[in-house]
């Protein structure tokens, strides 16, 4: 067999892979946690290293199991890192590693389907640098991509070498880091077409699926098979089938335009960056897209027909992975993200590849092979360059609204990286914002935080309720409106606020708090508990003011002046505004 043949290969394809992956992508390791880094990473077992298998039992987003995302294998990823650092560089340098090993197994994949060293080695190297990859690798949360892609690609593998209980294995865990993985055995029903195996390699597939399904609704219950999506991620959700048609034709262009031709690139294209379709034989560019997706369907069939494996591959690996994010079939979270072209785009370049292999023939082959060579090389300084706008999340956001200017997402996240810089230009983002579209829970905690800072607790109040209306487990909008409460004396409420979010998520200072109100309701019992409960017999100071005060109050003795100041001090670091 060709993979045979090249194995003598693999140190030259691993030390090409280390150098170039590690070359453009090391100033990526100084990088911090941004944008969902700081949601996803937030989960309350992070810190608790004995749970880590209970992530089997929880959603991806802990305060937001209607989005319907499953991933206890990336996040228990996650908390290995924490297990030695909760340095970012950590899990940078994990995120390196895993895309080299992907670009490597593209390079036997490639080889494999298509016996031609030359094709390997050049889907592996433009694998590597392509520049629509930095959301995926300098992400920390790309990693659902990287960690499913990988045992997708070895399940391939797997398959192709008839090993099909093994390949069923990796199918598993590819699903159980991402769900978009579920497309795998679809590929392999297409390549089996050619290689026509017994069907037997279906059964092992059968239980492994039934068994993840069983796992995501036992989880995620009415979710796991009908996730909610919230307007201003994905308006297609929310339009008719030949809008969202459109539309998705559309975002096909532009993800293939990403790919081969990288300008553009974004942290988000959200409402109202991508505006909807509303004709279809109005916009050229869905036009487009559609004689695209006829031609790769066209292709595919043609390839079946042939028996070309590559083409096969190539095709069937850009297009199922594709029509599963592209809003076609059924709306997803968002309407586009660059992430999700790690899988398509290993269809794109083996198509690429292909192409471009059969056109190198005789005197045409060294023009070729220059031009390649300068694709790779300005492939790989866009990919340095966007590496650095992924460094920190103000670069990221000021780049994203460059990029995404009517992005209410964008609007919102910048808004609230400037609140504290320039406060007018944060004002103004979070009003234009609101004018689009005034259900975004992050814009209306933004709107809120200004609020504050005029003084208005009323009106921040009245967001803030909004907010949790619309998501009533928000972490920050439970921390921001138990203060606002609190602040205006409004025990009751911050005390029903302050239990969703202390018995939901836990955390030193909310437990502090929620004592302090407690206090301030009078249960001083109650408040005792609390602190012996979550702080046993700690001698932390703050701990201490709240103790001694309600042992004070319960034992009815005379409390001493410096008790009763301690006290009233830990209290009003729970009020707004916040020195």
Same mark, same amino acid.
């Given at each position: 067999?060709?993979f045979?043949?090249?194995?003598s290969?693999?140190?030259l ?8 992956g ?5 100033n990526?390791?100084d ?22 298998l ?18 206890p294998?990336t ?5 290995l890192?924490?297990?030695f650092?909760?340095s970012?560089?950590?899990f ?5 590693i895993l895309?080299?090993?992907?670009s ?10 298509s016996?031609?060293f ?10 590597l640098?392509?520049?629509i990859h930095?959301e995926?690798?300098? &992400?920390?949360v @790309?990693?659902?991509? *990287?960690?499913?892609?990988? $045992?997708g690609? %070895?399940?391939? =593998?797997?398959?192709? !070498? ?8 990796l ?10 993985a579920l ?26 699926l039934?068994?993840y ?8 219950g ?8 919230e307007f201003?991620?994905?308006?297609l ?39 909807v379709?509303?004709n279809?034989f109005?916009?050229?560019? &869905?036009?487009? @897209?559609?004689?695209? *997706?006829a031609?790769?369907i $066209?292709?595919? %069939?043609?390839? =079946?027909?042939?028996? !070309? ?12 992975p594709?029509l599963?994010?592209?809003?076609l079939?059924?709306?997803i979270?968002?309407i586009?993200?660059d992430?999700?072209?790690y899988?398509?785009?290993?269809g794109?370049?083996l198509?690429?590849t292909a ?5 190198a023939?005789g ?6 092979n220059?031009?390649?060579?300068a694709?790779?090389v ?15 999340e103000?670069s ?6 460059n ?14 990286l ?12 979070a ?16 709107l809120?935080?200004?609020a ?9 109040q ?5 907010a949790?209306?619309l998501?009533?487990?928000?972490q ?13 004396n409004?025990?009751?409420?911050a ?19 929620y004592?302090?109100?407690k206090?301030?309701?009078?249960k ?19 701990v ?11 034992n009815?003795d005379?409390?001493?002046r410096q008790?009763?100041e301690?006290?009233?001090a830990t ?9």
């Amino acid at each position: 067999m060709a993979f045979v043949s090249v194995r003598s290969k693999f140190w030259l394809v691993t030390a090409l892979g280390l150098v170039i992956g590690f070359g453009i992508f090391a100033n990526s390791l100084d990088g911090d946690f941004v944008y969902d880094d700081n949601i996803v990473l937030a989960h309350g077992f992070f810190n608790q290293p004995p749970k880590v298998l209970k992530f089997f039992g929880e959603p991806y987003f802990e305060d937001y199991p209607q989005g319907g995302l499953y991933r206890p294998l990336t996040q228990i990823s996650f908390a290995l890192n924490f297990l030695f650092s909760d340095s970012p560089s950590g899990f940078h340098l994990i995120n390196i590693i895993l895309h080299i090993v992907n670009s490597i197994l593209v390079f036997y994949l490639a080889n494999l389907v298509s016996g031609s060293f030359r094709l390997g080695l050049f889907s592996f190297l433009l694998f590597l640098v392509l520049p629509i990859h930095v959301e995926a690798v300098a &992400s920390i949360v @790309g990693r659902a991509e *990287l960690l499913s892609f990988f $045992f997708g690609g %070895l399940s391939l =593998l797997s398959w192709l !070498n008839e090993k099909y209980r093994l390949s069923a294995l990796l199918f598993f865990l590819a699903l159980l880091s991402k769900e978009t993985a579920l497309i795998w055995p679809a590929i392999f029903l297409g390549l089996s077409v050619i290689r026509r195996p017994k069907l037997k390699w279906i059964w092992p597939f059968v239980p492994t699926l039934a068994a993840y399904l069983a796992l995501r609704f036992w989880v995620l219950g009415q979710y796991a098979f009908r996730p909610e999506t919230e307007f201003v991620f994905n308006p297609l959700k929310f339009v008719s089938w030949s809008e969202r048609l459109a539309t998705a034709l559309k975002v096909l262009v532009l993800y293939l335009q990403k790919i081969f031709v990288p300008f553009g690139l974004t942290a988000d294209y959200s409402y109202d960056q991508i505006p909807v379709v509303k004709n279809f034989f109005a916009s050229p560019w &869905s036009l487009v @897209g559609l004689l695209i *997706l006829a031609a790769i369907i $066209f292709l595919a %069939l043609r390839s =079946l027909r042939r028996k !070309n494996l590559v083409l096969v591959l190539g095709s069937t690996a850009f297009l199922l992975p594709y029509l599963g994010v592209s809003n076609l079939i059924f709306p997803i979270g968002t309407i586009m993200a660059d992430r999700l072209m790690y899988l398509p785009s290993l269809g794109a370049v083996l198509l690429f590849t292909a192409l471009v292999d059969r056109i190198a023939a005789g005197w045409q082959r060294r023009l070729i092979n220059l031009t390649l060579f300068a694709l790779l090389v300005s492939f790989s300084m866009v990919t340095i360059l966007q590496n650095r706008v992924w460094a920190d999340e103000e670069s990221l956001m000021r780049q994203a609204y460059n990029e995404s200017p009517n992005s209410v997402v964008v609007k919102a996240n910048l808004g609230v990286l400037l609140l504290n810089k320039n406060r007018e230009l944060a004002r103004r983002l979070a009003l234009e914002a609101y004018e689009q579209y005034p259900d975004q829970v992050k814009n209306l905690n933004l709107l809120a935080a200004l609020a504050v800072i005029d003084k208005n607790l009323p009106e921040a109040q009245r967001f803030l309720e909004r907010a949790l209306a619309l998501r009533p487990y928000h972490q920050g909008t439970l921390e921001n409106l138990s203060r606002i409460y609190f602040t205006q004396n409004k025990f009751a409420e911050a005390e029903r606020t302050l239990h969703q979010l202390a018995t939901r998520y836990g955390g030193t200072g909310n437990m502090i708090f929620y004592a302090v109100v407690k206090v301030q309701n009078r249960k001083y019992q109650e408040a005792l508990e609390i602190l012996s409960g979550y702080f046993g017999n700690s001698a932390d100071e703050t701990v201490a003011s709240v103790r001694d005060f309600a042992e004070a109050k319960l034992n009815l003795d005379k409390s001493t002046r410096q008790i009763e100041e301690r006290f009233a001090a830990t209290a009003s670091s729970f009020r707004y505004p916040q020195k």
